[in-house]
């Protein structure tokens, strides 16, 4: 074509024909768009940054593995030293756990229908509400021990009181948080109804909503629980009770091998209470019994046939006006059901002033005894008696727990700071610290967890043999606290963040894990199939029918998890790993209560704004 000629003009497109020359493949950019790929770089530069904030390196890890042998060597042979006493404390740590998830049960139930839109009687109380789950969220439960038993005490019966407080306002972040997410998701048809017969707010709650929310309130109540018992397995090492006092003496006086052989007793216990805490979710939760159903469809089926008047009634018969009694043998009497007459265009036989009969049994009315419920009566018996032998085994009595909020009010209006003195240069390091320790532990936690999160869902895993070992990683995994992680790693590579980093990231692989794979095998199976179709692979048909799909949930539960290392960050100071928790302890320690109220501030608004932002993301992506 010379320059002279022209293009000539493009044929005319069929109705429902595209114009690949005009219409753009590529989707387009709108402002939304633009701002969530902005996070994601900042995200990644940020992790970029965090790096070498922090140390981390491959080379570090493989130079510090020779530290970690010799510390291996030392906890060498394990040994169980004093068992009966180191069992005496689990037992009681797990007392604490319940003790402590019970109180944020009782107090997260009223403060969940005043967090929830549609049951707050006003819009300040959903304010406040929700302030306060987020606050006690927002604030490490091991913190909540530091200020609790310097304020009633260390070690006995005050640091038991100070633990299981520490637990149960901390769990109010997370129980609070679910409650109130599941009361806005009920059907107000049942509420609206109770309403409409003249019922009080409180009595439509407590009729109309309630009994929709509880299985959901069963659900995160047991699955707390197992969390608090893992996370108060440490609280003893600030002096809050537990078996944690003995892993610390053992730790301070370098008892390597008996600090391992109380790791093991912990592990074993927190997997105990795992799978018991899951056994017993799937045994009140698994389902309906269809016996049950059974019996209640004939029962339903003999009701509607006694409404039709096909049936037996068993009931008094009405009598006819002006009949004789019944025993005679009258044309004029009948046994005649109500609704039948009412069909038959009989009522003006039918006396108006006599009992109507019901057209079913009493006992319908009755919910039967099945078998879902009987375990419910067992159960909530079995937690009335644990809940009891708690306090009578620990020496912790009920009002301890009431009047003990009079010394944690006088230290916590000491936490108010009156001015900006506490904001040293130091805890401003301390602070960009804990949130390079946090981004780098989730990146490398997030990307360890999704290849091991394919191996451990069920519908993707390449045999049954993988799936179960890859599960059983992430149980183990989860199922070591953070903070023993971090003491074993500061004794073997020393102090600073970078084996913080470490104890943050096997951390999250187990968390992430178990997270990740729960959303892969949540998938739709119908894309997985098409792209089967085609001839793919097992391995391009993940990335492309599975990963897809999974992907939004994915980074939410990255942002969330994200979210988490920073609160956890906060507390792996208190053992020389990192981060502000070092300048916390200290201010704890010397009872500068104004440096402890300002790091508790700082890492407030921190968290608050990490939430706002990853709830937003996830808002524009699911």
Known sequence: MTATETREPAAPTRPGE????????????????????????TLV?????????????????????????????????????????????????????????????????????????????HRFAFGTARGFIVMMRAIPDLVFALIFVRAIG??????????????????????????????????????EAVLSTGATRNQAIVTGALPQVLPAFIGVGLYRLDINFRTST??????????????QLYLSGLRYDRALGVTVVIVVLVLAV???????RKSILGGVDPYAERRLTRRLGRGIRRVLGRGRVDEVPIPVVGAAPAHHHSDEVELVDPEAARLLDLSDRVDPNAAVPLPFDRETLRPPWTPQRRRMAFYSGLALVTLVVSFWSTGVKPWDLLTSFG????????????????????????LIETLAMALVSTFIGLTMAIPLAFLAARNVAPARWIYAAARTIVVVVRAIPELILAVLFVAALGLGPFPGVLALSIGTIGFATKLFADSIEEVRQGP????????????????????????????????????INI???????????????????????????????????????????IERLSGWVRKQLI
């Open 45 to 121: 530069a940020l992790t970029w940054w965090g790096f070498g904030r922090t140390g981390f390196s491959i080379g570090a890890v493989i130079d510090g593995w020779a530290d970690m042998r010799r510390l291996i060597d030392r906890m060498l042979p394990i040994r169980f030293d004093d068992l009966d006493r180191t069992v005496e404390l689990a037992i009681e740590t797990f007392f604490i756990a319940f003790v402590g998830t019970a109180l944020a049960i009782t107090l997260s139930i009223p403060i969940a229908f005043m967090a929830a839109r549609n049951t707050t009687v």
């Open 528 to 563: 997985r199939d098409a792209i089967d179709a085609t001839g793919a692979t097992r391995l391009q048909e993940s990335f492309t029918g599975v990963l897809p799909q999974a992907m939004p949930a994915i980074i939410g539960t990255s942002l969330y998890i994200l979210d």
């Open 234 to 247: 440490v609280l003893g090492y600030v002096g809050a009770g537990g078996i944690g006092q003995l892993l």
């Open 18 to 41: 595209l114009d690949l020359d005009t219409v753009p493949l590529r989707p387009p950019w709108p402002w939304r768009r633009v701002v969530l790929a902005a996070i994601a770089v």
């Open 567 to 609: 609160r956890a960050s906060t507390i792996l100071g208190i053992v020389g790993a990192g981060g502000i928790g070092f300048y916390l302890i200290q201010a704890t320690r010397t009872l500068n209560w104004e440096t402890v109220g300002g790091i508790i501030l700082m890492v407030f608004v921190t968290v608050y704004l």
């Open 407 to 430: 010394d944690i009010l006088s230290v916590s209006t000491r936490l108010i700071p009156t001015s900006f003195d506490w904001f040293t240069p130091d805890l401003r390091a301390g």
């Open 274 to 280: 795992e799978f018991l805490s899951a056994a017993v």
């Open 154 to 191: 260390l070690g006995g019966v005050g640091g038991i009181v100070a633990g299981i407080l520490a637990i149960g306002l901390n769990s109010i972040g997370m129980v609070g948080k679910l409650y109130a997410d599941a009361i806005e998701q009920i059907d107000e048809g049942p509420r």
